[in-house]
Structure formats: structure tokens, C-alpha cells
Antibody
Framework: QVQLQQWGAGLLKPSETLSLTCAVYGGPFRGYFWSWIRQPPGKGLDWIGE???????NYNPSLKSRVTISVDTSKNQFSLKLNSVTAADTAVYYCARVGSRGAAGEFDYWGQGTLVTVSS | DIQMTQFPSTLSASVGDRVTITCRASQSVSSWLAWYQQRPGKAPNLLIS???TLQSGVPSRFSGSGSGTEFTLTISSLQPDDFATYYCQQYDTAPYTFGQGTKLEI
């Protein structure tokens, strides 16, 4: 059974860099794209971007200038960095697997979520 | 970006009811549409992909239909576990976008 476990700092000050990592267990890492998705408190879901084992990335244009997603295939992990955060970046951040064997697909496995709060 | 609009935003129903949630895309997404269930404090759970393909382990009372710009999620007989928030998501064109959610309440 595929499991995604994520971790990272939960409290940031404005202008700092958000950093989260997601580890994949129990299933293949290669051959899939891996995504980050966020959900502001009480609101809907926003796709941030994705990466595959080769390091091919796709980003949401709304965040592209501030986002970097990277991969460490030796550890079956991928990471999110979002710089220059503001209060608008306060959200629960999820990592997820893209189910189809391509860049576009449904998200069939999810991490547990990490609440990141940006406050001075 | 493709805008996904769900309605209703909130749906009040009772155990045993049949309910339908609608999701409309601002342009055709063919059948590249998924439905998720999210309970408070939990990650979303994939119910349906490709507009109508039920995921393994999802009860058969859930069904999806539609193509192009209009899609529906139907729950044939509501169970207590089903009271949650439901989201549609298109994966035809990046950035992949979600509807704003439909909260199903008792």
C-alpha cells in the first residue's frame, strides 16, 4: 500500500521560505508524477506543481515565480520550497501522487497534510 | 485556467436520500475529471476518476457521469459516513483545478 509521509516547519514569518518534504513508501517512485496541493483554512484546493523522478517539473503559473519542487530519488522523496511567504500562503499543504502514468491525472494517494501558518 | 464550478455549495439531506452534485467546467475537459471526498481535518480521498470510474474500495452507491463541461456525482442512498465535503477536479489542462466544494450536511 502506497503511503506518503510529509514534514516541515509549521510556523513562518513573512518573507521566509516554506520548506516541506514528502517521502513515498510501499510503492514505485519512478514512473509517476508527484504533486503539492494546498488548502487555505476553510477554503478549496489549489494545485501548486509536480515533479517526476527525472526532475521534470510543472508549476502553477500563479506561484511559479516563488516555487521550487525538487526530487531525491535515492530516498524516494520530493520537496517543496516556496519563498517570500505572506499571510496569504497560510494553508494546509498536501503531497500527493498523480495516479495516471503521466503528468496529468487524478490524485490517488495523499500525505497527511501539514498546516503552515505565516504570521509575524 | 479552467474554472470548475460546483453546485450546490451546501446540500442538506438525510440518511437514505439520493443526492446529486453538479460540476461545470468553463471549457471542455473531455472525461478528465475526478471526484474527491474530504472529511474535516483529513486529506481528500479519491472516489472517481475519468468522470465515471469508481476507485477500488469505494462503495457502489457512489457514481459519476458526464463529459465535456458538465458532470455529476450521485450518491444513491446516503449513509452517515457520507456527510463530508466533495470536490471535483479537472486534469485535462494544467494548471489542474478544483471546484470550490460541496458540503453535504445532515
Amino acid at each position: 500500500q502506497v503511503q506518503l509521509q510529509q514534514w516541515g516547519a509549521g510556523l513562518l514569518k513573512p518573507s521566509e521560505t516554506l520548506s516541506l518534504t514528502c517521502a513515498v513508501y510501499g510503492g514505485p517512485f519512478r514512473g509517476y508524477f508527484w504533486s503539492w496541493i494546498r488548502q487555505p483554512p476553510g477554503k478549496g484546493l489549489d494545485w501548486i506543481g509536480e515533479i517526476n523522478h527525472s526532475g521534470i517539473t510543472n508549476y502553477n503559473p500563479s506561484l511559479k515565480s516563488r516555487v521550487t519542487i525538487s526530487v531525491d530519488t535515492s530516498k524516494n522523496q520530493f520537496s517543496l520550497k516556496l519563498n517570500s511567504v505572506t499571510a496569504a500562503d497560510t494553508a494546509v499543504y498536501y503531497c500527493a501522487r498523480v495516479g495516471s502514468r503521466g503528468a496529468a491525472g487524478e490524485f490517488d494517494y495523499w500525505g497527511q497534510g501539514t498546516l503552515v501558518t505565516v504570521s509575524s | 485556467d479552467i474554472q470548475m464550478t460546483q453546485f450546490p455549495s451546501t446540500l442538506s439531506a438525510s440518511v437514505g436520500d439520493r443526492v446529486t452534485i453538479t460540476c461545470r467546467a468553463s471549457q471542455s475537459v473531455s472525461s478528465w475529471l475526478a471526484w474527491y471526498q474530504q472529511r474535516p481535518g483529513k486529506a481528500p480521498n479519491l472516489l472517481i476518476s475519468l468522470a465515471s470510474t469508481l476507485q477500488s474500495g469505494v462503495p457502489s452507491r457512489f457514481s459519476g457521469s458526464g463529459s465535456g463541461t458538465e458532470f455529476t456525482l450521485t450518491i444513491s442512498s446516503l449513509q452517515p459516513d457520507d456527510f463530508a465535503t466533495y470536490y471535483c477536479q479537472q486534469y485535462d489542462t494544467a494548471p489542474y483545478t478544483f471546484g470550490q466544494g460541496t458540503k453535504l450536511e445532515i
